[in-house]
């Protein structure tokens, strides 16, 4: 019985995290709403940039990119349901879920390079391709999310805008995930333990 009680506390949580910013941003507490309305002048005139390639460069991107996913998310239904947003149990769990797979990501590219300019990228290397796997495979779970927000919030005309904007922000090519978890494993399967 416990557990049910523990994994309620869970649930109640993913409801309390975005009803709370969004409860903040329209008291005018943080500038969710205006960040949300400045991101949307930005997809308009956004292009593809081709940046000197950096160590997590790329992953650093994404999760910069899954951030302003979520301000287009958040904006959007803010926009569309104001204060009765609070009823909306479905659409608030799913921002949650990306604010949390965001802080997971996010958490996890820190701490690897963290690590890198403590100890040097070779003794990392582990912990580096960790995370790029991670970021890059929870990438396309919040585009998903996304997607669902969006559909439940808009229809017709605005859905397809909501859409193409979104696709400017998702737009990344895949990793050889394949390649990255074989050599993932390679050193725990060889000290029988894992050693990050």
């Given at each position: 019985?416990?557990?049910?009680?523990?994994?309620?506390?869970?649930?109640?949580?993913?409801?309390?995290?975005?009803?709370?910013?969004?409860?903040?941003?329209?008291?005018?507490?943080?500038?969710?709403?205006?960040?949300?309305?400045?991101?949307?002048?930005?997809?308009?005139?956004?292009?593809?940039?081709?940046?000197?390639?950096?160590?997590?460069?790329?992953?650093?991107?994404?999760?910069?990119?899954?951030?302003?996913?979520?301000?287009?998310?958040?904006?959007?239904?803010?926009?569309?349901?104001?204060?009765?947003?609070?009823?909306?149990?479905?659409?608030?769990?799913?921002?949650?879920?990306?604010?949390?797979?965001?802080?997971?990501?996010?958490?996890?590219?820190?701490?690897?390079?963290?690590?890198?300019?403590?100890?040097?990228?070779?003794?990392?290397?582990?912990?580096v391709d960790m995370t790029r796997y991670y970021v890059n495979m929870t990438f396309p779970k919040i585009e998903m999310i996304a997607k669902e927000i969006l559909a439940a919030v808009e229809t017709g005309d605005i859905l397809r805008t909501q859409l193409s904007a979104l696709k400017k922000l998702t737009r990344f090519t895949p990793i050889n995930s394949v390649e990255l978890v074989d050599k993932?494993?390679?050193?725990?399967?060889?000290?029988?333990?894992?050693?990050?």
């Amino acid at each position: 019985r416990i557990n049910r009680i523990f994994e309620g506390t869970n649930e109640i949580n993913r409801l309390l995290i975005p009803a709370t910013l969004m409860r903040k941003a329209m008291k005018g507490e943080i500038p969710l709403l205006a960040a949300a309305q400045k991101l949307a002048g930005e997809l308009m005139s956004m292009m593809p940039s081709f940046d000197e390639p950096t160590l997590l460069g790329e992953e650093g991107k994404l999760v910069e990119n899954a951030k302003k996913i979520f301000l287009m998310c958040a904006g959007t239904a803010v926009q569309k349901f104001g204060t009765k947003l609070k009823d909306q149990q479905v659409i608030l769990a799913r921002l949650a879920d990306i604010i949390i797979e965001i802080f997971a990501m996010e958490s996890c590219l820190k701490r690897a390079l963290k690590a890198v300019a403590a100890t040097g990228e070779e003794a990392n290397l582990l912990k580096v391709d960790m995370t790029r796997y991670y970021v890059n495979m929870t990438f396309p779970k919040i585009e998903m999310i996304a997607k669902e927000i969006l559909a439940a919030v808009e229809t017709g005309d605005i859905l397809r805008t909501q859409l193409s904007a979104l696709k400017k922000l998702t737009r990344f090519t895949p990793i050889n995930s394949v390649e990255l978890v074989d050599k993932i494993a390679a050193p725990i399967i060889k000290n029988q333990k894992y050693s990050c």
